[in-house]
């Protein structure tokens, strides 16, 4: 048996409306797409059609937007009076767009504009007061943020004393009190009443520029794709309209910067998704911030030099390349820290990038299942600043804020937090998260959520059902690309790839059909998947490879239900693939002790059932290994019973080797007792080998075939000497117990070890094989 990783979550069936019915056989939408629609809240023709075919038409009036016309008057003023004009963005993906648009707005009315992005290990996020007073003091008549301002109050007080006016557009969680801007510009604003509300930063700056130009800048689709993908804001309404047209702009558009970034990540233009923005370009425009200054992003988007795009989009290249070996050394440096006893990982060291610790709380996450902080201490030693990330069992803004006298500066949401706190409350942060956890009795070992779509059989699976699931593209956040489910389907072929074999590939089948699967890091899961039967989910995905395509799983999660059954017979090293923790080794042959390793766990001589659970009462024990055979194949299955375990790894080892050596011919029995009446007496304590290499029988043979004369009577054997019956009984050999026990062993070795695995498999679990 193997657990999930995930929970899986699935989604109770939904009852179509006849309208609805119609419109899918209308549309020739096939009936499990149609009941994704569904589910995702598309159940009318109008949201159907504004669901496939979003229009610009559909685009919601800028002006709905609270004080976007005092704004808009504001910016107007500025260009005609030729003051000058400061764009105030971040330092990430979203703030580089947000900034390219709205700076080539207010230039494309007339307007003399500057731009600054903060560096996030000087200024920090947000409004910065010493930055906001130079570049007043250098000329800055009206300051516009993007991206940031709402919690700006420092700044923004001291721009209006200076007599500045200043425009906050933004998108992030509204304080109770807003700063004292000429205009805050947020689609949640308390008093306004836009009709969406998920807007990103770069959408905020998208609609003050097309109320500022007086029309949709379709121009700027493309930038505002990249920011909404990136920072991961919900891709339903507006936001999937504007990312749906914004990706069919890039595929097409004419933007040199943007095109160099695109060549730069390997990916081919016309092919663009939103997949390729939220892993390739989105994680190199973020690199800029993450390691130092982001300012070249909004050059790049801006460029109509081909030589300094090029230039640019080497130097990103450059930047994403370095953050990547920064994020490995310190996730690996990471992983030695952790404590897998413990509840959540509080993890701090010197010298650790500030910028990439969010990405390594997110993978320590997920390989663990455990809420995860990740700080780095300052060289002096006395402060600690970093991210962290959660599982959605726990709520960690809510876990930090009950503590926020712990922190110097803190703020965050319900899956991730940033923070800097004294050295010294480290471990006490610790303490107050796990004490939080036992108070809320919140349970983190049920894993996180993985919601399944729908269950579906590997026939139903064709390239036709996969295309159509593109109808739902673009996936993000509260669209996400659908996971589908495969129940006690086989694997077959499988096999690690990848060059460090971090990955799998393999097949599923049901008997009938088989689907091709790639499970990205779970190399180390190749023995679990070997031949079981399984319960597999991820998401679907078209193999095209010279010219064929075919259905392909991207797997994310699997489960075995069944007993596992890990045949490690005649396998070289055989028992390093034996887990150390919980096992217990039971032999049946005494004898068979002497082939196993001396430092392993826990090692059991099997005598009865009765004698089992005596000896085992108390302990925990995941894994049973069967060292040998039995004399008895019901042995087996009274060891399986009386210890409830479900992963069996089998070795198979033989002493005596019983099913290889037979029980002798008669001519070889007739040479042996020949010898004996000749020589009187045989040395078969030291001479054994010797009698062996003369008779040409092979030594375990031989020693079960002396057995069998003594056990009949015709020799006697004392200190190691054998010695010749002159007037023994006649019995036929068959008459042995010896003999007889020799018959039953070489038919439960011949079952046990030659048996192919699929045959043992259904014999534990009392099936009919097919």
């Given at each position: 048996m193997k657990k999930s990783k995930y929970i899986w979550k699935y989604p109770e069936n939904p009852v179509f409306s006849e309208e609805f019915t119609e419109l899918l056989n209308e549309k020739n939408i096939s009936p499990l797409v149609g009941k994704l629609l569904w589910q995702r809240g598309i159940q009318t023709s109008e949201q159907l059609a504004l669901f496939l075919t979003p229009s610009i038409e559909a685009l919601h009036d800028p002006f709905l937007i609270y004080e976007m016309d005092k704004a808009i008057e504001r910016i107007q003023q500025a260009v005609e009076q030729g003051e000058r004009i400061l764009v105030y963005g971040d330092y990430d993906a979203d703030g580089i767009t947000s900034t390219t648009v709205m700076k080539e707005a207010v230039e494309l009315i007339g307007g003399e504009v500057d731009y600054f992005l903060p560096n996030r290990f000087i200024h920090g996020y947000g409004p910065n007061l010493s930055v906001f007073k130079e570049k007043i003091e250098s000329g800055i008549q009206l300051i516009i943020t993007v991206d940031n301002g709402v919690a700006g109050h420092e700044a923004v007080n001291y721009a209006k004393e200076q007599g500045i006016d200043v425009i906050i557009t933004d998108h992030h969680e509204l304080p109770e009190i807003l700063p004292d801007a000429l205009a805050v510009i947020h689609p949640k604003h308390p008093k306004g009443d836009y009709p969406f509300g998920d807007l990103a930063g770069v959408g905020v700056a998208f609609k003050v520029a097309s109320a500022l130009l007086g029309e949709t800048p379709t121009e700027f689709f493309d930038l505002v794709a990249i920011g909404t993908i990136a920072d991961l804001v919900s891709l339903t309404g507006e936001n999937r309209m504007l990312v749906q047209m914004g990706l069919k702009m890039i595929q097409s558009g004419d933007r040199i910067g943007l095109d160099a970034l695109i060549h730069s990540a390997g990916l081919k233009k016309e092919e663009i998704s939103e997949e390729n923005i939220g892993f390739a370009i989105g994680p190199r425009l973020n690199a800029l911030g993450r390691l130092g200054e982001a300012a070249p992003g909004v050059e790049l988007m801006t460029t109509f030099d081909e030589d300094e795009a090029l230039s640019i989009a080497k130097f990103i290249e450059e930047k994403n390349n370095e953050r990547k070996k920064?994020?490995?050394?310190?996730?690996?440096?990471?992983?030695?820290?952790?404590?897998?006893?413990?509840?959540?990982?509080?993890?701090?060291?010197?010298?650790?990038?500030?910028?990439?610790?969010?990405?390594?709380?997110?993978?320590?996450?997920?390989?663990?299942?455990?809420?995860?902080?990740?700080?780095?201490?300052?060289?002096?030693?006395s402060t600690a600043k970093g991210s962290g990330r959660s599982v959605s069992a726990l709520n960690m803004y809510d876990a930090l804020n009950e503590k926020r006298e712990l922190f110097t500066h803190f703020g965050g949401h319900h899956m991730a937090a940033g923070m800097t706190l004294p050295v010294e409350n480290i471990d006490v942060l610790k303490e107050q998260l796990i004490h939080y956890i036992e108070k809320n009795a919140i349970d983190l070992s049920q894993g996180q959520e993985l919601q399944i779509d729908e269950v579906l059989t590997i026939e139903e699976t064709t390239l036709s059902f996969i295309n159509q699931l593109k109808l739902l593209a673009p996936f993000g956040t509260d669209n996400p690309m659908p996971n589908f489910s495969y129940k006690k389907v086989d694997a077959i072929q499988v096999r690690q790839i990848g060059a460090q074999q971090d990955h799998l590939k393999l097949q599923i089948t049901d008997g009938s059909a088989s689907l091709d699967v790639i499970a990205f890091q779970m190399g180390k899961d190749a023995k679990e998947f070997a031949e079981n039967r399984c319960n597999i989910a991820g998401k679907l995905s078209i193999n095209e490879w010279n010219g064929n395509k075919k259905p392909q799983l991207m797997a994310e999660d699997y489960s075995i239900e069944d007993i596992q059954l890990f045949d490690l017979r005649g396998k070289a090293n055989q028992q390093q693939d034996i887990p150390e923790k919980n096992t217990l080794f039971v032999y049946f042959q005494k004898e068979s002790v002497k082939l196993l390793k001396t430092d392993i766990g826990n090692m059991l001589y099997y005598e009865s059932s009765e004698q089992l659970l005596s000896e085992t009462n108390g302990m925990t024990i995941e894994q049973l290994v069967i060292v040998d055979c039995p004399d008895e194949l019901d042995d087996i299955k009274q060891l399986i019973e009386g210890v409830n375990v479900n992963r069996i790894y089998l070795l198979g080892l033989s002493t005596d080797e019983a099913y290889l050596n037979g029980t002798g011919s008669r001519e070889q029995f007739s040479k042996l007792y020949a010898l004996i009446r000749k020589q009187g007496t045989l040395d078969v304590r030291y001479k054994l080998d010797t009698v062996s290499n003369y008779l040409q029988i092979q030594e375990k043979l031989l020693i079960f075939m002396i057995q069998v004369f003594f056990d009949l009577g015709f020799v006697t054997i004392e200190d190691g000497i054998l010695r010749n019956v002159d007037t023994p009984e006649n019995h036929p050999l068959t008459e042995s117990e010896v003999y007889q026990k020799r018959l039953k062993k070489i038919k439960v070795e011949e079952f046990l070890l030659y048996s192919d695995r699929k045959a043992l498999l259904s014999w534990l679990l009392n099936e009919e094989e097919e």
């Open positions: 920064i994020v490995e050394t310190i996730t690996e440096e990471a992983f030695t820290l952790l404590d897998l006893r413990s509840s959540i990982h509080v993890l701090a060291q010197k010298g650790w990038h500030e910028g990439v610790l969010g990405i390594v709380a997110g993978r320590i996450m997920q390989e663990t299942g455990k809420p995860t902080i990740v700080l780095t201490i300052d060289e002096n030693g």
